[in-house]
């Protein structure tokens, strides 16, 4: 069945780096969404991407979406403290949908 | 404006018992979706309903029943607990607008139940 892995499955980094995560699918995918998750908490939609090629950006966070639509990958710009929580990719249809394992990001002051 | 709720927020239970964890969500969106999150594992579907009486399988159903007598409403009962289903366990909800190809609504999450079988 489709498959979605998210790489890394940690990152630690210091305030001020930037920061990168990547959803890879063996199969095409339809669309990508990417939701954060703080700790203790639940998750929050960010974007989502359904063209290929797909690029936006939210402030310092940058989304895209691979030209075969088989990947994605989500972009943090100097991280803040405020970014610390789990980034989760998910893609499919109602009937299906696929989460990511996420990447949880340490951002040290 | 209460959103998407659940309830109880923490259970403590035992092997073999019947659980129900509730689901709430106040904006009258058709689909309701039920996850669970284990470490390693992201989130998994449980089930989902596209509207009320209308119910299907996610990826993980065994051992979980879920009905969708009103539109506002979505429990998820485990039958016989079991060690297993520990988890935190997420109800989300998405309208059901037809959007342009590929492009779906997003889904709000509840608080998440954290739910230990002892």
């Known amino acids: 069945g489709q498959q979605v892995m998210q790489i890394p499955q940690y990152q630690h980094v210091q305030e001020g780096e930037d920061f990168t995560t990547y959803c890879n699918s063996s199969t095409t995918l339809s669309n990508i969404q990417w939701y954060k998750q703080r700790p203790g908490g639940h998750p929050v939609f960010l974007i989502q991407l359904v063209k290929s090629g797909e690029v936006k950006k939210q402030k310092r966070l940058t989304f895209q979406f691979g030209e075969a639509k088989k990947n994605s990958s989500l972009h943090i710009t100097a991280t803040q403290t405020t970014d610390v929580g789990t980034y989760f990719c998910?893609?499919?249809?109602?009937?299906?949908?696929?989460f990511g394992a996420g990447t949880r990001l340490a951002v040290h002051p | 404006d209460a959103g998407i709720t659940q309830s109880p927020r923490y259970k403590i239970t035992e092997t073999g018992r019947q659980v129900t964890l509730m689901c709430h969500q106040t904006w009258s969106h058709s689909y309701m979706f039920w996850y669970r999150q284990d470490l390693g594992h992201g989130l998994r579907l449980i089930y989902y309903?596209?509207?009320?009486?209308?119910?299907d399988k996610g990826e993980v159903p065994d051992g979980y029943v879920v009905s969708r007598s009103k539109t506002e409403n979505f429990p998820l009962t485990l039958e016989s607990a079991t060690r297993s289903q520990t988890s935190v366990y997420f109800c989300?909800?998405?309208?059901?607008?037809?959007?342009?190809?590929?492009?779906?609504?997003?889904?709000?999450f509840g608080p998440g139940t954290r739910l230990t079988v002892l």
């Open positions: 998910e893609s499919g249809g109602y009937n299906k949908l696929i």
């Open positions: 309903s596209a509207a009320a009486d209308i119910t």
């Open positions: 989300a909800s998405s309208e059901s607008r037809v959007l342009s190809s590929g492009r779906r609504n997003e889904q709000f």
